[in-house]
């Protein structure tokens, strides 16, 4: 019965993993940006979703469209006004040294508004713990899983169906291409840019209502992200959902089998082997971030 | 208004020449300068601002009150000089050591133990006394270093009191399970526990070790509620507690006795769980009701007076402790009659006075006598961090077996 405890407690945190990186994926995949702010924005997501809480009663679940949409209009500005400019004019080198510094600025900020102390969301439901059979679940994990999970295939849907989804997939393949074609490519690396904040943020209000968080968590995002998607593969949905939920099954196997210090070396192991065996990923792809 | 050439020659002239004065002047103003490090920023800063608050509130308190301190006849006014370290040990070494290269002579100490360690060995090379209320990790006081003082038992010898308490328990505990994480001071402390309640015949059920960080105890918890032990003792910071406290809480995963070493002190900690936090053991050094006496702020009562008409952040016992290093150093400098730190090294280890953190007295390590400084026995109770044991300092009784969490309403 623990082994199915295991595995439920596994594929929870691995969609809380899969959201947290799927924007960082997106990122890499179209742009070929290494975002290190990655984390600093999954954390501007957590402060603004625990101020609505706090402040406005509002529940940490129905915040996330608000935050959202907040971190897209940040997130397309801080592409077109400082990462664009960063990439035109320099490298992508570059961008990655302006990513770091915006992560750092972010983080201070963050201690400056809200203080270097821990926060920590909690909705009332989060006391009522699931019970199936014999296993039983943290609700405030589950429904972070389904939020994780609907979230991603809006996500998948997105790209897949409609024509944003489709310009931005084909200046991800071949950017010369598409602009033949009358794509506007700065304009989606903006949307591509803002479309990560967004999603970045969606994931910290899911993180906020399951871990308590400071500041300095951020730099713990951006690795998690990185791991995610060197496993499951760069720039969809479906590849940050398998990398999540591998990450996931493995971190609780290991902590279970090995042992609970185990599971950041077990994760670190597999990247090793990832880099090695299969670069790109177990849904690697064509975009340029993959090549 | 405009100003000719020759009124701005004549007064840089009239600066340049008054400047030995000025110089002089300020030679006259004598100062006793800390140096040292603190985490404002980075992983560490929540209760590093605690204790730079502290060493602050005394300095502000003394020089306000007393115009400064009188050491052997001269009259002194205090002065910090603290940086921020970020809680990164590496930028806390090369922080100090400019301030040797500076001059300085007297070291305040950062928060953590694996900050503390390495900054101590250079205060300690270069023979600088450091007083610190913030390592506790056994490996700073059993290498031999002399100018290191701490405001806290060596880990290993914190939990002493903890369990002779839980020994004291009706009805008895049969067992209990231990977490702790994989850095400096939480498997030391781990491992006091172990040897603490191996002499008090409370027997280890299962001990679990995660990494420095947890994000996710699913897996362990699950474990507990397979083994149900009687006690949990968590040797983790405040953050991971917190991540345990809500995690056992969404699990439904009930023990008779939850210890948490670090968290439930904190105001945020408390908030954050809201009725669920009660019942949940803890250990504390210092509440403001505690009739103690201290040289310069009479009572605890008192400080926390000051401190509260003074900050806006919530007082801890972090804040009381920073403070009580001041006035330790201070009371070592009369006693020395010099600011030789040498001298002033002498005093320290020799020192026995009451402050309103504490009474202080230090091991020949270096570390708190773990009976006089020891910690005592908290437990939140309706909300509020309450002093539950020895009698002496008790602010409130103490529930067991603590009720089920879906019973703390």
């Known amino acids: 019965m623990l082994a199915i405890q295991t595995i439920a407690d596994g594929l929870v945190l691995g969609g809380l993993y899969a959201l947290s990186a799927v924007g960082f994926s997106l990122i890499f995949g179209v742009m070929g940006v290494v975002n290190l702010s990655h984390g600093a924005i999954v954390m501007i997501g957590a402060y603004l979703t625990w101020f609505l809480w706090h402040a406005g009663g509002v529940d940490p679940l129905l915040a996330i469209p608000l935050v959202m949409a907040v971190l897209f209009a940040a997130g397309y500005a801080a592409q077109r006004g400082l990462i664009q400019l960063a990439v035109e004019r320099s490298s992508l080198l570059a961008s990655m040294l302006l990513t770091f510094g915006m992560a750092l600025m972010i983080r201070n900020t963050l201690v400056l508004v809200f203080s270097p102390d821990l926060r920590s969301i909690t909705p009332a439901y989060a006391a009522h713990p699931l019970i199936l059979g014999a296993v039983v679940l943290d609700p405030l994990r589950v429904a972070a899983l389904a939020a994780s999970l609907v979230l991603l295939g809006l996500l998948a849907f997105v790209l897949q169906k409609t024509r944003t989804g489709r310009t931005i997939r084909a200046t991800a393949q071949q950017e010369l291409a598409a602009r033949l074609c009358g794509v506007n490519a700065r304009h989606v690396y903006g949307l591509t840019f803002g479309v990560a904040a967004a999603f970045a943020g969606a994931s910290g209000a899911i993180l906020g209502i399951v871990l308590p968080f400071s500041p300095p ?53 597999i990247l090793v082997l990832m880099l090695l065996l299969r670069p790109s990923g177990l849904l690697g792809n064509a975009f340029a971030g993959s090549r | 208004m405009r100003m000719s050439r020759r009124s701005l020659v004549t007064m840089a002239g009239g600066t340049i020449l008054a400047a030995p004065a000025l110089r002089r002047a300020a030679a006259q103003a004598k100062t006793i300068t800390f140096g040292g490090s603190v985490p404002l920023s980075g992983g560490a800063a929540e209760t590093g601002l605690n204790v730079n608050n502290g060493y602050a509130t005394a300095v502000k308190f003394i020089n306000e009150t007393f115009g400064g301190v009188e050491v052997a006849g001269a009259k002194y006014r205090l002065e910090l000089k603290l940086f921020d370290d970020a809680s990164d040990p590496s930028r806390a070494v090369t922080l100090i050591q400019r301030q040797l290269d500076e001059g300085v002579d007297f070291f305040l100490g950062s928060f953590g133990s694996p900050i503390v360690l390495p900054t101590a060995a250079i205060t300690e090379r270069a023979e600088k006394p450091m007083v610190q209320a913030g390592g506790g990790s056994d490996q700073i006081f059993t290498q031999g270093f002399k100018y290191v003082f701490g405001f806290f038992p060596r880990a290993t010898r914190q939990f002493i009191s903890t369990a002779d308490f839980m020994h004291s328990l009706k009805p008895a505990l049969s067992n209990y ?96 769980l809201g009725a669920k936090a009660n019942g949940i053991f803890f250990q504390t050094y210092w509440d ?63 020192i026995d006075i009451s402050t309103q953190y504490s009474r202080i007295k230090f091991t020949e390590q270096g570390d708190g006598d773990p009976v006089i400084m020891g910690p005592w026995i908290g437990q939140v109770v309706k909300g509020q961090a309450e002093v539950v044991a020895p009698a002496a300092a008790k602010t409130a009784e103490y529930t067991y077996p603590t009720p089920a969490w879906d019973k703390r309403v």
């Open chain 1, 217 to 269: 968590d951020e730099s713990l995002w951006t690795l998690n992200a990185f791991v995610v998607v060197t496993l499951g593969g760069i720039g969809s949905p479906s590849g940050a959902l398998l990398g999540g939920l591998l990450l996931g099954l493995i971190s609780t196997g290991t902590s279970q089998v090995i042992g609970p210090s185990f599971p950041n070396a077990m994760m670190f192991l």
């Open chain 2, 177 to 272: 399970s231990l977490i702790f994480t994989n850095d400096a001071f939480s498997k030391t402390a781990a491992q006091g526990v172990i040897n603490s309640m191996k002499e008090q015949g409370i027997p280890l059920l299962e001990s679990y070790t995660f990494p420095e960080t947890i994000t996710d105890a699913s897996s362990v918890l699950a474990s507990i509620r397979a083994k149900t032990p009687d006690a949990l003792v968590c040797m983790t910071h405040d953050q991971d507690n917190l991540l345990l406290a809500k995690q056992m809480i969404a699990t439904g995963t009930n023990v008779n006795y939850l210890f948490q070493g670090l968290g439930p002190q904190l105001g945020s900690f408390r908030e954050t």
């Open chain 2, 288 to 350: 403001e009701r505690a009739p103690l006496q201290d040289k310069f702020f009479g009572t605890p009562a008192r400080f926390a007076a000051y401190y509260k008409a003074n900050y806006t952040r919530p007082i801890a016992y972090h804040v009381s402790a920073g403070a009580a290093c001041i006035v330790t150093y201070i009371e070592a400098m009369q006693k020395a009659g010099s600011l030789d730190p040498v001298k002033v090294r002498d005093a320290l280890a020799g």
